[in-house]
């Protein structure tokens, strides 16, 4: 297609340009005129900010003659200070400070906000910003009229001509894979009708067994007989899912407060232990408040690291609103956290599945989550998760590791040290999924399929040699001469390529949303002219326009063709254990995304001034950064209990 233009619709959230004063109030909700402010609501208002105005006084000439900050105002510009138990800004350097009252300041408009927003504020933001396709494509022409490029000169003066239409571009639609689930269920298989089906009339291929469980409730406003309903309306869930699920807890819910969260673990531990005579604890559900700041995490970090416990954490609001699909979906979740698997494909079952079926195949899933912006210390986290079962290619375990601050290249794929008795030993990420590939079905893998996700174009063959490399080296430390041949595909979300549909009205061609149907493959005109790469929408819209997934096959010594990757692709995304839909990135890609995600919340928290990485408000604000040990390295993640890494634990 030669040169084409990306013309997309964006949003972004922006500063509020108000006074000061008056965001400071909005930002600590609560009265700031008439009461003075703690320590850790000028935390909050700014790193920067200094002490009551007050009581601030600053050089004035090279003698140090010193002039309060009060007296300089009304001097110089006739200006009274008003509210002097509040701070300054300070607007200076280290070296010259230079202070502003707060009321004599307001935010200038037009500039971002790119911290991350809290879920209430992104609920608003969809809702305004959130566009049915239809809408968008307008949208997007009405842009391309307005910015009239017939008439641009420097388009002219090049010679360029921009089309006013959008690139026409042919698009085949995948088929939905067949589902097999469990032989004693009314429904032993199941087609997907666009992109979803559900869990009626069926049983989880392999429902697990859960005998030993307990329930500690942190939520003030549940009460005992609520909490006991609703673990009891679980139970039944799990057990009409195809688990085996014991109806009685160890010992009774145990109530505790959020802030008590290591003590309330490790009592309820301790007295199932007790109780089971030594017998460990399968499976804790946790009831959390709504808004509960850092408790989420500190309760994932202390029974994945400390304890060796899978838990489930469910919010009041679902506790005090049950409904069927929401105990169905937990269910999935807790079948696998527990080693189960929920659906396979059918022709993975019949061995059907070209190039995975024929001989063992592992399936990796890698990802690098960086801080947010803003946050300059604390470490990146890479995730890798691989398949553990062949020819079914559904579990996936997954390990995770902390790196150098936005480093994208995975350092710990492979890696190597000297033993003072063993001498130089191999080790690594890739290694060790390989080495328990291997315990787990018996046999080695004879084929590599790796998807690497959040790499942009510039880094592609940095990656690739890099990360290609370490995998080679992985494998050969196993054996001298053992070279599977590795498929290096990378997953791209965060791109600005959107595809309607030809005839908004045809209905064979979209979903209920409006979007495109889920299967839709594009592999021509808009792919590059020479590598191999495809866009795939694998998912149906629920909201908004969907956003296809793009996948570049960077190196392939499989020799899929490209009906056979894509189609491996969009089966997979019907393999996801946390719902009965098909995702929009590959399973293994997404489930990397999660475990890097889970495991920022394993870093040692830290008191450090600015905000929280948790998922709600409330409580005193922790983030959590890794303590640089060296000059490039970073404190390690603490290590992850052995019967958790074996299972789906971040799902």
């Known amino acids: ?102 009321e004599a300041c307001k935010i200038v408009e037009g500039q971002r906000y790119t911290k991350r927003l809290n879920e209430k504020q992104i609920t608003t933001l969809l809702k305004v910003t959130c566009q049915r396709p239809r809408d968008r494509e307008n949208d997007i022409l009405r842009t391309v009229q307005q910015n009239a490029y017939d008439q641009d000169p420097y388009a002219k003066e090049f010679g360029i001509k921009i089309s006013e239409k959008l690139a026409s571009v042919e698009a085949r639609i995948l088929p939905a894979p067949w589902l097999k689930y469990h032989e004693t269920g009314k429904e032993k298989d199941c087609l997907p009708q666009v992109g979803q089906w559900n869990m009626m009339n069926k049983k989880m291929i392999n429902g697990m067994t859960v005998n030993r469980w307990s329930c500690i409730n942190f939520s003030r406003s549940v009460q005992e007989s609520v909490a006991k309903g609703f673990c009891s309306e679980l139970a039944q869930m799990c057990q009409v899912s195809g688990m085996e699920f014991n109806t009685q807890p160890v010992i009774p819910i145990y109530n505790a407060k959020p802030e008590q969260v290591e003590k ?66 937990v269910s999935l979740k ?11 494909l059918l022709d993975a079952i019949s061995c059907r599945i070209p190039l995975v079926s024929d001989i063992p195949t592992i399936i990796f899933g890698a990802d690098v989550t960086h801080p947010e912006n803003g946050e300059d210390s604390s470490p990146s986290i890479a995730a890798v998760v691989a398949s553990q079962d062949w020819p079914e290619v559904t579990k996936y375990a997954g390990l995770v590791c902390a790196q150098a601050h936005r480093q994208e290249l995975i350092q710990d794929l492979y890696k190597t040290w000297n033993d003072p008795v063993r001498g130089t030993v191999s080790g690594g990420m890739i290694r060790d999924l390989l080495v328990s590939f291997r315990k787990a079905t018996g046999q080695k893998p004879l084929r590599i399929i790796f998807y690497r996700d959040g790499v942009s174009e510039g880094q592609f063959y940095q990656v690739l040699l890099y990360e290609l490399d370490a995998i080679r080296k992985a494998c050969a430390s196993l054996e001298p001469n053992y070279q599977p041949p590795v498929t290096f595909i990378v997953v791209q979300k965060r791109h600005h390529t959107r595809l309607f549909a030809n005839n908004h009205r045809d209905r064979s061609s979209i979903d209920k949303s409006g979007n495109i149907m889920p299967g839709t493959v594009v592999d021509s005109k808009i792919c590059h002219p020479t590598e191999f ?33 894509q189609s491996l692709t969009n089966n997979l995304c019907y393999t996801y254990a946390r719902c009965t839909r098909s995702v929009s990135v590959v399973p293994p890609a997404y489930y990397a995304h999660l475990a890097a995600f889970r495991a920022r919340f394993y870093m040692e928290p830290e008191a450090q001034e600015n905000g929280s990485t948790g998922s709600g408000g409330g409580g005193d604000h922790k983030t959590r950064g890794a303590r640089i040990t060296g000059e490039t390295g970073v404190r390690p993640l603490p290590a992850l209990k052995e019967n958790v890494k074996r299972v789906m634990f971040y799902c």
């Open 1 to 102: 297609m030669g040169l084409s233009l990306n013309i997309d619709m964006a949003s972004a959230a922006f500063i509020e340009p108000l006074p000061v004063i008056e965001f400071v109030a909005q930002l600590l909700d609560k009265d700031v005129l008439s009461r003075q402010l703690s320590d850790s609501d000028r935390i909050k208002i700014k790193k920067a900010l200094r002490g009551p105005t007050r009581d601030l006084v600053f050089p004035v000439d090279d003698n140090l003659n010193m002039k309060s900050v009060v007296e300089y105002f009304q001097e110089m510009y006739g200006f009274t200070i008003l509210h002097t138990h509040l701070p300054c800004l300070q607007v200076g350097n280290q070296k010259k400070a230079n202070y502003l009252p707060l």
């Open 264 to 329: 309330a673990l490790k009592h309820v531990y301790h007295a199932c232990m007790n109780k089971t005579k030594g017998k460990e604890l399968e499976l804790l559900l946790a009831i959390l408040p709504d808004n509960n700041g850092s408790l989420y995490g500190d309760l994932k970090r202390i029974c994945e690291t400390d304890l060796g416990i899978i838990s489930q954490c469910c919010l009041t609001k679902h506790v005090f609103k049950i409904t069927k699909q929401y105990l169905a979906n």
């Open 334 to 344: 807790i079948n696998v956290k527990m080693g189960g698997r929920n659906t396979v």
């Open 533 to 565: 790469d495809f866009y795939l929408c694998s998912h149906a819209g629920i909201q908004g326009t969907s956003r296809p997934a793009h996948y570049h096959v960077l190196w392939d010594e499989n020799n899929f063709t490209a009906d056979g990757i």
